[in-house]
Nanobody, 121 residues
Framework: QVQLVESGGGLVQAGGSLRLSCAAS????????MGWFRQAPGKERDFVAA????????TYADSVKGRFTISRDNTKSAVFLQMNSLKPEDTAVYYC??????????????WGQGTQVTVPS
């Protein structure tokens, strides 16, 4: 069973940057795709970015393309989300997930508890 723990969230001014980390334990995630999703208050959980097991392929939501970068370090069982040029609409709880390479949350079977990112308007 994979356990995922996110960190790195916080409050940042518009235009600033944050780097989220997701640490996996209990089982190697090197054979899993990893994804980041986010959920704003009163809204559904949305796809943000995904990376395949070998890091050969990545995909992003249109809303973050060019601003966010997903990466992974399989030697450390970790995945990262570098977020630049943050906007108020990026405010949400960000979740890390492990599963099959997809933009669909249903393709991911393991989830972290989330980390809050707040960008004041």
């Amino acid at each position: 069973q994979v356990q995922l723990v996110e960190s790195g969230g916080g409050l940042v001014q518009a235009g600033g940057s944050l780097r989220l980390s997701c640490a996996a334990s209990g089982h190697s995630v090197s054979s899993y795709a990893m994804g980041w999703f986010r959920q704003a208050p009163g809204k559904e959980r949305d796809f943000v970015a995904a990376i395949d097991p070998s890091a050969a392929s990545t995909t992003y939501a249109d809303s973050v393309k060019g601003r966010f970068t997903i990466s992974r370090d399989n030697t450390k069982s970790a995945v990262f989300l570098q977020m630049n040029s943050l906007k108020p609409e990026d405010t949400a709880v960000y979740y890390c997930a492990a599963g099959t390479y997809s933009t669909d949350s249903g393709s991911y079977g393991a989830w972290g508890q989330g980390t809050q990112v707040t960008v004041p308007s």
